[in-house]
């Protein structure tokens, strides 16, 4: 699955997708497949890093969590630290399955650009 990629007081978020895989890679296949991308970070930007039992985690009545979901999390939290926002993505997806077992395994890595210290 792609990462998502917000920008601190951006409307929108990018999902970063290069060839290759971020997490759940199989061996032998990273070092062929791997493409790198570029981004200018800064100051509270956030990274989100999930595979895909997050995107398609579907609920009892067949409703996928999907990306946008997981940009409206990313927005209305953009503040948040990456333990908050691990903690509030969680609950929503918990909240998302209500009494139904997930169909896959799901991962989440949260990645926050700190603010630079005066040395």
Known sequence: ???FYKSLGDEKYRLINPNGCAI??????FA???????????????????TDGINEATSKDGTIFGEDKMYT?????????????LERLTSALTTHYGDSEPSDDATIVILKVKEKKDA
């Open 32 to 50: 062929s497949r791997l493409e790198e991308e570029e981004l200018d970070l800064k100051p509270c930007d956030t990274i989100a890093l999930t």
């Open 73 to 85: 999390h990313l927005s209305d939290n953009e503040c948040a630290g990456p333990r908050e926002l």
């Open 1 to 3: 699955d792609p990462l």
């Open 24 to 29: 759940g890679v199989s061996r032998g296949s």
